[in-house]
């Protein structure tokens, strides 16, 4: 992952983390080159060394967001494949994403850092194919061909309702105190409830668990991919 400027230089390392606290402190629009790099110790052209603009680093910083994001889903499936079954990676979506502080910020309805993000169409459909809905929709069909989720229904209503389950339990978790009272493990009731809508009652054996675990580390490596490109495009300095 040469593309990621700060693993080569400190101060862009600095830059990243200060424009980060800033922008989640102050809002995107508030925030200016100059302040960044007071808080990073540089001086403002030392930013502009690493991004032609201030959209070009918030951009690359949101792609990196969601990189960890992906590298985690990536790393727990590679280490074991029955993390890919629908009633392990929902909670294991939903517990990631939640730690995505910039993602969680346009959720709360950041008018001008979603502005920034979507401008340009490529950038918009591909921070849209990340979302733990989008990616659990994007797996489904693998799901379907191996067996790992029930036949009986049709794929786009299956999408529709975990959709709106992921939802719905992502905003009761990012928000506890509006969730009902006595429920000791969320994340359990989340994995019980997408178990009953969509698994199968027989559980499918461990060659085609291996099987779409696989597929769906392609898919979320193609997405890598993508993020990546974004984030060397965003750059100034090309390493």
Do not use: N
Not at 201 to 228: D, F, K, N, S, W
């Amino acid at each position: 992952m040469s593309q990621l400027i700060e693993r080569h230089s400190r101060k862009a390392a600095r830059i990243l983390d200060s424009a980060r606290a800033l922008v989640l402190d102050h809002g995107v629009r508030k925030v200016t080159v100059s302040e960044i790099a007071q808080a990073a110790g540089v001086g403002k052209g030392t930013v502009y060394l690493y991004w032609p603009a201030k959209e070009d680093l918030i951009l690359g910083l949101f792609a990196r967001e969601l990189l960890t994001f992906l590298d985690e889903i990536i790393t727990r499936i590679t280490a074991d494949p029955a993390a890919v079954l629908p009633h392990r990676l929902a909670p294991l979506l939903i517990r990631a994403g939640l730690r995505l502080p910039l993602a969680r910020r346009v959720q709360s309805g950041d008018a001008d850092l979603l502005r920034l993000l979507t401008q340009q169409t490529g950038d918009r459909e591909l921070f849209a194919r990340v979302t733990p809905s989008a990616l659990c929709e994007t797996g489904l069909p693998i799901h379907h061909r191996h067996g790992l989720i029930r036949h009986d229904r049709p794929l786009p209503d299956q999408a529709y309702a975990l959709h709106a389950v992921l939802t719905g339990f992502s905003a009761a978790l990012s928000d506890p105190a509006t969730a009902p009272l006595g429920v000791d493990d969320p994340e359990q009731v989340l994995a019980d409830t997408v178990a009953r809508l969509l698994e199968p009652p027989v559980a499918p054996g461990e060659p085609a668990i291996a099987a779409a675990a696989e597929e769906t580390l392609v898919v979320l490596r193609q997405i890598q991919e993508a993020l990546l490109g974004l984030i060397e495009r965003s750059q100034t300095l090309q390493q």
